[in-house]
């Protein structure tokens, strides 16, 4: 069974710019959880979905959104980007959410210059 | 409040040797813990986990401990080995739909 894919891997952008992350589940996961991970806060919830619904939500500005579709995939946007958005964006799924077993994608290094 | 802490940022230990790293909890209503490993480049992966009604599981020379008294968890690996090198993070649910994660412990085996 595939794991859990993200991509891109790597992303450069500017200040204030947007950019949309992607992530596919393992198959017949129907929770994804997204993460923000930096050396000096270490990794921090963003947003969890299940079947289309965003369920919870972490303490991040209103710039940072995600969505699911029906097929369980989910992508993450966030808006008007700041330096201080660098960081390793993680994606985990799991069957039915934080308390079945989360399985992470490799992420995806965002660099905001 | 929502705190998962872990005792130690940096573990070295001799190759063959067992390792213990150690995480601190807040939270006494979590009901599940996790243990990932995260090598450098790639995303955490599973390594074990218990659920609040357990105090100890054991997996392929890993053991996970539970002291809910003290709200302490702790990762035991039998036998050291290089492949063990990573950042070991431990986790708790709270709510059921999210994970808090702990700071990391950089475990760093000498051979």
């Known amino acids: 069974k595939a794991g859990v894919t993200q991509t891109p891997r790597y992303l450069i952008k500017t200040r204030g710019q947007q950019v949309t992350l992607s992530c596919s589940p393992i198959?017949?996961?129907?929770?994804v959880s997204w993460y923000q991970q930096t050396p000096g806060q270490g990794l921090q919830f963003l947003f969890e979905?299940?079947?289309?619904?965003?369920?919870n939500k972490g303490n991040f500005p209103g710039r940072f959104s995600g969505r699911q579709f029906s097929n369980s995939r989910s992508e993450m946007n966030v808006s008007t980007l700041e330096l201080g958005d660098s960081a390793l964006y993680l994606c985990?799924?799991?069957?039915?959410?934080?308390?079945?077993?989360?399985?992470f994608g490799p992420g995806t290094r965002l660099t905001v210059l | 409040g929502e705190s998962v802490g872990l005792h130690l940022p940096t573990l070295s230990v001799q190759e063959g040797d067992n390792s213990i790293i150690n995480c601190a909890y807040s939270?006494?209503?979590?009901?599940?813990f996790i243990w990932y490993k995260q090598e450098s480049g790639k995303g955490p992966q599973f390594i074990i986990d218990?659920?609040?009604?357990?105090d100890k599981r054991q997996g392929q020379r890993v053991t996970v401990l539970l002291n809910k008294t003290v709200k302490h968890l702790s990762l035991q690996i039998a036998a050291t080995q290089p492949g063990d090198s990573a950042v070991y993070f431990c986790?708790?649910?709270?709510?059921?739909?999210?994970?808090?994660f702990g700071q990391g412990t950089r475990l760093t085996i000498n051979p």
């Open positions: 979905y299940f079947s289309e619904t965003q369920r």
């Open positions: 986790a708790e649910t709270l709510g059921a739909q999210k994970l808090v």
């Open positions: 939270n006494s209503a979590s009901d599940y």
């Open positions: 218990i659920r609040s009604n357990m």
């Open positions: 985990a799924s799991s069957l039915a959410g934080a308390g079945d077993t989360q399985y």
């Open positions: 198959s017949g996961h129907r929770s």
